[in-house]
Nanobody, 123 residues
Framework: QVQLVESGGGLVQTGGSLRLSCTASGYTFTPYAVAWFRQAPGEEHDLLAA????????YYADSAKSRFTVSRDNTKNMVYLQMNSLTPEDTAVYSC????????????????WGQGTQVTVSS
């Protein structure tokens, strides 16, 4: 099973940018679609973006469109989420998740999950 570790979170001011990284290990990463979710306190995991195993297909939730970009480098077992124009509403724990084959809108449908990285946007 793939193990996932996120990094790149932190504190940023409104309008700033962050690039999150998701590092995979433990298994061949290539066949897995990967998604980024975020969870604010007291809320469910919300799907932000997803990328197919071959990076040909991407998906963005409305909240991420035009501001976030998902990408991957299978040679490095890495998936990235570039986040621009951040606002306090983006404050949450951001997690990546991997699913063999295709992605899903539902957190529980994935095969592996990272522990998450905190993103805090100050006003």
């Amino acid at each position: 099973q793939v193990q996932l570790v996120e990094s790149g979170g932190g504190l940023v001011q409104t309008g700033g940018s962050l690039r999150l990284s998701c590092t995979a290990s433990g298994y061949t990463f290539t066949p897995y679609a990967v998604a980024w979710f975020r969870q604010a306190p007291g809320e469910e995991h919300d799907l932000l973006a997803a990328i197919s195993w071959d990076a040909i297909t991407t998906y963005y939730a409305d909240s991420a469109k035009s501001r976030f970009t998902v990408s991957r480098d299978n040679t490095k077992n890495m998936v990235y989420l570039q986040m621009n124009s951040l606002t306090p509403e983006d404050t949450a724990v951001y997690s990546c998740a991997a699913r063999y084959g295709g992605s899903s809108n539902t957190w529980a449908d994935f095969d592996s999950w990272g522990q998450g990285t905190q993103v805090t946007v100050s006003s």
